[in-house]
Each structure stands twice: as C-alpha cells, then as structure tokens.
C-alpha cells in the first residue's frame, strides 16, 4: 500500500491509484505524519510512501525576501530542517520513501538577476536542496528520488500548470501533468518491485537500418553519419546502452541469414554487433512461432517480451495472437524514433539500481544456452551435472550483496517460499541483527560465474530455526544447487546448536508447484502449509541426493 503527501494539493493523483491499495494524507500535513510514530505513514500496511514536495511553496514567504538571498541562511535552514524529518522518517519507519528532485520556476521577480548574479539567485538553493536530497540517497537504501527536475525540462514548467486551480484550491498542476506524475510513479515502483521486462525482440529491415537489404544490399541501406542513416545509427546506439543494462536483445526478422550477417560483419557504420544478440531467428517463418521460441530456449515467460517491429501487418499479427507480448507501435515520422525509444524504455524497462548480475545478463543467458546444447549431448542428468564442475560460494550476512539480496526478493516467484519482499534496508537490518543470519548463494560452472543466485534468510528462535525465505533462480534449478544449498545451512545451524527448522509456505500462482514440491520431496512433514523438520534427518535424507561436493563458506 502507497501513502501519498505534499505541501500543494494532489488529491488529483487519487483518480488513479485503487483506494484500498492507496492513501492520502491531505495537503500539508505530511511533516505531522513524518514525525508521529502513531500516524498512518508507520502503519505495517504501509510500504511505500511518495512525499511530493514543492520547493517554492516550502521557502514561502523567505522566496519573496530579497534579503533572504545575500547569505541565503534562512532558506538553507529551511531545507535542512526538512530533510532532518526525512532522515528521521527513513530510520524510524524503514518505508520505501520517494520524494522528487526540486525544481523552481525560472519566471520570477528576479528577472535576470537570477543567472546574471552570484548574491541575488535562488538556483544555488534548488541545487542545495537537491544535493542534501542525493546525498541522503547514498546513505539509506530505502529513498527513491522522483525525477521531477527531467520531467519540467522534458515538458516545460507552464505546460505543467493552471494558475486557475492553484489559486482556488491549491491545485498547482494540471491533469496533463498529474498523468505524467502517476506514469513515472508507477514506472519506478515497477523498476522497485522487478517487474519489468527481460527481452527486447527486434525485427531488421526498416527498423535497425534505414530499407531492405535483400532489395538494396548492404551499400544501398541507410545507415551512416549523416541524415536518415544518423537516425538509425543513434537507434542502434540506445539499444546497445539498454543491452549494457542487463536487457535482454534478439532477433526476430524475415530475412536470409547471410545478407544479415553480411551486415553485422562488413557495415562500418554497424553499432550493434552479432554477439549482442543472444537469440536470432532469421528466416522465413511465422513471426508468431519464432517469439513463441525465443522465450522457451530463454525460458522466459512470454510476458517478458517487447516486441518492435516497423511493420504494423506483422506487429497487428503478434497482437493477435501473442496477447502477453508488449507489441509497441513503431513511430511514423522517423526523425521521432530515438526519442520514442526512450519512452519505451521508461515504460518497459525501468531501472532503479543496476547490480552485477545485471550487467552479466547477456553473458549469463548465453552460458545457459551452452548448458542446454550440452545437456542434449550427454547421456542422463548426473552426467550434465558432473559435466558442468559446479562450485558454489554461500556467505552469511555479506554487506557487499546487499542490493542483489533485496534484488532477488523482489524478482524472484516460481522456487521462492513465500515471496516476501524486502528492500535494501530491510536486508541491511536482517544482517546487523543477532536474530537473522542471511545466506546468499553465489554458482559459478565451466560455462559462466552466474553471481548471487539463491538466498536464505533465517531467523533463530532459542534452539529452533525459521526460514523465513528459501529463493533460487530457476535458471539453476535441477542441478542439485537448491539441495546443497540447503544443507549447508542446515550444516551451518546445527554447529549453533539448533536441532530443529520449521517453515511458513505462502502459497501463490507461481510458486504452489516448484517450490513446494522441492520441500514436500526432502521429507519435510506438511501441516497445512507449515513445514518442519529435525535438522539431523533432514540432513541425512538430504545426502541420498548425492549432494554437489565444490561448496565454500565465507562468514562475512
């Protein structure tokens, strides 16, 4: 549940967001609520928080001071006084809290003073606001900065406002603009909650280059530093960035594979290269069947799929029949592509922190591509399993992993206990606590070091273990990781003493079958989705599943 506060009046905002899953605290009362342990803003059904604050109407009457600018003392003050509520906020609470950047109307009385003088200009009390506000951002994991400063350069100050409803009811935006602060809102709780999507899956001709190339051959395509060809080439550009995010790139184009290659290999002006592409289906069929197969040999949902293409017969075609892949419509004016590209990505592909694992995306879904080749060529499973030289590294209450632990939490559902989700701060205070322990699993095989891929949190009650959460990434699922896992915890608690381990399972969608069915198999006794277990015969039940050997510890 997200609460809503500000110093203007956005009860606007309320026509978008469910009234059970939202609240509004009314206008300029969120510094009470900050302060009020008892108010709404610490109640555990709230979780997020957005403080929209409006730097001009915080200032008040000091804006109007000219005095006020010489030492810009008492504005300052103001500012810190602020933010030492928020501070304070982020301790007590430990709410996911997101408050914008600030930005302050360039039309003022100042006129030309405002850039032309160093003594009489409120643009250094903008940056010092928004510098106090990043600053914070370093220190506490659980404050997410609204970009408002890029959304009034994008769309301009007056566009954004009506002087009209603001002097009659406090209103300062307009209904274009609160569609704009509800857009971003829920692109960065997208990007806070992981779901966003995985694959961008892209057609060629017309869309990665300017014409056909089995018509026009490689010189006669657009593609190049000048012109059209720029367009094409800066497109290539952004995707390539998106790509270095940890998305996912493909292929998915009507073409003879040898003109494309030609392409890719010979076009100096190529900013994209076949590497980049971890799936490319290139050929005649159905467009419909090659996106159905890029997202079963990524073993990916269907649902984590952007499809682009320039053609609409094609796009209407996917529509239709794919109604779980995003199909966006490709711009009319080519000169707007670059820029329709980054609002895609605002849309689909939102990012609030980038881990390692992120960055190694690409490199991670092709090492698992090789798995899938050498699982074909082998005899049984044991065979592909010892093939691999498997080695996993588990730490316990490792700092360095903090945001990749809160990460796995957020993204992961099919093998995961309960599907609790925890932020960074939460995960932080689990590993400072003497309660918690929490284990991070990190897989590394002949193939690819696939980073943090499993997490355990526990909590210790006496002589008695909770396992609050038990994940694993499917992508190694099968090969005997979730079981060595667990035992080295298990191994791990028993050396505390603790004989004995129970777990709550939340049954969901996606997860009431793999993560369930991996518990119910190593001899937990279900009792109405509770499971317990000794630690001593689930060890030993355990090592009839000859447990993987290259296994390390690191107490952190």
């Not at 605290?25 to 979780?47: A, R, T």
């Not at 997020?48 to 010489?70: A, P, Q, R």
């Not at 850039?115 to 914070?136: A, G, M």
């Not at 991070?440 to 002589?463: H, P, R, T, W």
């Amino acid at each position: 549940m997200i609460a809503f506060g500000s110093n203007i009046n956005i009860e606007p905002l309320k026509r978008y967001f469910d009234e059970s899953e939202s609240y509004f605290i009314g206008y300029d009362k969120y510094i009470f609520e900050m302060l009020n342990e008892n108010s709404v803003l610490y109640d555990e059904k709230i979780d997020k928080v957005f403080i929209f604050i409006d730097l001009k109407e915080m200032l008040k009457d000091n804006f109007f001071n000219l005095s006020n600018f010489e030492d810009k003392m008492n504005l300052k003050k103001t500012i810190d006084d602020f933010f030492d509520v928020v501070e304070r906020f982020l301790i007590k609470s430990k709410k996911i809290l997101i408050i914008n950047n600030a930005f302050l109307d360039r039309s003022t009385y100042l006129t030309y003073l405002n850039f032309n003088s160093e003594k009489y200009s409120f643009l250094d009390v903008e940056n010092y606001y928004n510098e106090k506000l990043r600053v914070l951002k370093k220190e506490y994991n659980n404050l997410i900065i609204f970009d408002w400063q890029r959304i009034v350069f994008e769309y301009g100050y007056k566009n954004l406002t009506d002087n009209k409803f603001w002097y009659l009811g406090r209103i300062k935006f307009n209904s274009f603009c609160f569609e704009i602060i509800k857009d971003e809102l829920n692109n960065i709780l997208k990007a806070y909650t992981g779901k966003i999507k995985k694959v961008l899956v892209l057609d060629l001709d017309n869309t990665l280059w300017g014409g056909i190339i089995g018509e026009d051959g490689i010189d006669g395509i657009k593609l190049s530093e000048d012109g059209e060809g720029k367009i094409y080439r800066d497109f290539q550009k952004n995707i390539k960035a998106l790509k270095d995010l940890g998305i996912i790139l493909t292929i998915c184009s009507k073409n003879n594979i040898d003109d494309v290659k030609e392409v890719f290999e010979k076009h100096p002006l190529m900013v994209l290269k076949w590497d980049d592409f971890i799936i490319k289906k290139i050929n005649w069929n159905n467009k419909v069947e090659n996106i159905k197969s890029i997202a079963e040999e990524l073993n990916v949902g269907i649902d984590s799929l952007v499809f682009i293409d320039d053609n609409p017969v094609e796009r209407n075609i996917v529509k239709e029949n794919l109604k779980e892949v995003e199909v966006v419509n490709f711009p009319e004016n080519i000169e707007n592509l670059v820029n329709w590209f980054i609002d895609v990505i605002y849309e689909f592909f939102p990012k609030i922190n980038l881990t390692k694992e992120d960055i190694k995306k690409t490199e991670q879904y092709k090492a698992n591509l090789k798995r899938s080749e050498l699982l074909k060529k082998v005899s049984d499973i044991e065979d592909f399993i010892k093939n691999l030289n498997i080695e996993l590294h588990i730490y316990i209450d490792n700092k360095n992993f903090i945001s990749r632990a809160a990460q796995l939490t957020q993204k992961t559902n099919q093998f995961n206990l309960t599907t609790k989700r925890y932020t960074e701060n939460d995960i932080r205070t689990f590993m400072e606590s003497e309660e918690k322990i929490v284990f991070l699993l990190e897989y590394k095989d002949k193939f690819q070091n696939e980073g943090i891929i499993g997490e355990a949190i526990v909590k210790i009650e006496s002589d008695r273990a909770v396992l609050d959460t038990f994940l694993m990434s499917c992508r190694v699922i099968g090969r005997k990781v979730e079981y060595t896992f667990l035992y080295e915890i298990l191994n791990y608690l028993e050396q505390m003493k603790i004989k004995d381990i129970s777990i709550e399972f939340i049954p969901t969608k996606k997860n009431k079958f793999v993560a369930k069915e991996f518990f119910e198999k190593i001899n937990f006794i279900n009792n109405e989705n509770i499971f317990i277990a000794k630690i001593d015969d689930l060890k030993k039940h355990l090592e009839k599943f000859k447990l993987l050997e290259r296994s390390k510890i690191d107490r952190n």
